[in-house]
Structure formats: structure tokens, C-alpha cells
């Protein structure tokens, strides 16, 4: 496509209920990050993949967060056991290389754990 | 990676030059300046990178003295669809990690 595409735009989880949240990157980009932005606030790192090696995972805030892009090209967020403090917008970007100065970010998924 | 200051909210009227400052006191050699707007719904959006002097694109121009302590994004004539949340970061070159450190932005309001 011509930009970056994630699904779904909203999603309300019930606590403790598990989530998948994709990302389509923009075909042939190689970097691909994923974010977390609260509202009010900038959005936060949470990973990073080069193709499909997930290079930077540090911003995870738990081992109930992971992410994959197993064939280098759509990437899936997944949250288990929803918790109301993961309430929040969930960004992807990608970029053709990781020294890009441009990150194409999606519109967002915004994530509601009530 | 730089950590980056700059003011919480402006506002400015439509046709007016916006400036806003970016205080990045312990910029490393390798990092850059990178600016991005984002309008509510939507991701951010890149408007301009530079490393030192200044940069001008279709957009907007940036300057950056020559000790890199801080930087300044130069809207020209700003509109009604400006107001936005802009976003200055430093963002290194260094090693695979590409990934942006980003701070609360500053608030445009512009009004007519």
C-alpha cells in the first residue's frame, strides 16, 4: 500500500484478555518500530526489527508484550492478559533502512482495557 | 541519545512565522536533529532533519548553531491545519538501532 497500515484502528479488550495488534509496513522497508504513546504524551519505544530480527526489544514494558515479524514484512504486537495500564495508542513505523531519517508511522491502533 | 527540551504549548494567528526553540544541551557527535508533527488520530509525521547550520525543505526551515546545544523549527505564514503537536528529538546514527527518544512536544495553537 501506500503508507503504513495497521489494524484495527480501535480496540476495547476486557482485563486479562489477550490481544493481536498488526502492522502492514510499507512494502521493502527493512526497519520496522513499534511504539506506545499514552495520551498527552510522546510516544515510547518499544522494539525494533531489521527484516525479520527483531534487533532492540528493550522498551517491552513486560514479558507479557511480544512482538514478531516472522517473514520481514507484516509485524503483530501481541499483549496477554490486558492489563488497564496498557490502555493507550500503539504506533508502528517503518523506514527503508534503519539510517533513515524518515519514519512513516501508521494511524495508530488505540488500545482500551477496561 | 539526546534528551531534548522545549516549551509545552504556543500560540501564534494564521499568516504569522512560528519559531520554536529545542534546548539539547548533551547532544552527542553522531546524533541529529529530527522534527515531526502530529495532528490528534493521526502518527507523527517527519518534517525536517539537520546536523548543523541550516536546512530548508517545502515545509519548514531548521537552524542549528554551531555548538548544537540547541535548534530552532521555522514555520513560515502558518495556517489553521499547522496546529499540531511538534516533536524535536536527537537521533543517533550509531550502530542498528535506529529507534527515536521522543519528549511531550509542543502544543501549536493557530488561530485566525
Known amino acids: 500500500g501506500a503508507g503504513v497500515s495497521q489494524s484495527p484502528r480501535y480496540k476495547v479488550a476486557k482485563r486479562g484478555q489477550d490481544v493481536a495488534l498488526r502492522c502492514d509496513p510499507i512494502?521493502?522497508?527493512?526497519?520496522l518500530f513499534w511504539y506506545q504513546q499514552a495520551l498527552g504524551q510522546g510516544p515510547e519505544f518499544l522494539t525494533y526489527?531489521?527484516?525479520?530480527?527483531?534487533?532492540?526489544k528493550s522498551g517491552l514494558p513486560s514479558d507479557r508484550f511480544f512482538a514478531e515479524r516472522p517473514e520481514g514484512s507484516v509485524s503483530t504486537l501481541k499483549i496477554q492478559r490486558t492489563q488497564q495500564e496498557d490502555s493507550a495508542v500503539y504506533l508502528c513505523?517503518?523506514?527503508?533502512?534503519?539510517?533513515?531519517?524518515?519514519?512513516?508511522f501508521g494511524q495508530g491502533t488505540r488500545l482500551t482495557v477496561v | 541519545l539526546a534528551k531534548t527540551t522545549q516549551p509545552i504549548s504556543m500560540d501564534s494567528y494564521e499568516g504569522q512565522e512560528v519559531n520554536i526553540t529545542c534546548s539539547h544541551n548533551?547532544?552527542?557527535?553522531?546524533?541529529?536533529i529530527t522534527w515531526y508533527q502530529q495532528f490528534p488520530s493521526q502518527g507523527p509525521r517527519f518534517i525536517i532533519q539537520?546536523?548543523?547550520?541550516?536546512v530548508t525543505n517545502e515545509v519548514a526551515s531548521l537552524f542549528i548553531p554551531a555548538d548544537r546545544k540547541s535548534s530552532t523549527l521555522s514555520l513560515p505564514r502558518v495556517s489553521l491545519s499547522d496546529t499540531a503537536v511538534y516533536y524535536c528529538?536527537?537521533?543517533?546514527?550509531?550502530?542498528?538501532?535506529?529507534?527515536?527518544?521522543w519528549g511531550l512536544g509542543t502544543s501549536l495553537a493557530v488561530n485566525p
Open positions: 528529538l536527537g537521533r543517533s546514527n550509531a550502530g542498528n538501532n535506529r529507534k527515536l527518544i
Open positions: 548533551n547532544i552527542a557527535t553522531n546524533d541529529y
Open positions: 539537520g546536523y548543523k547550520t541550516k
Open positions: 512494502s521493502g522497508h527493512v526497519s
Open positions: 526489527f531489521q527484516n525479520e530480527a527483531q534487533l532492540d
Open positions: 513505523a517503518s523506514s527503508q533502512q534503519g539510517g533513515d531519517p524518515e519514519a512513516f
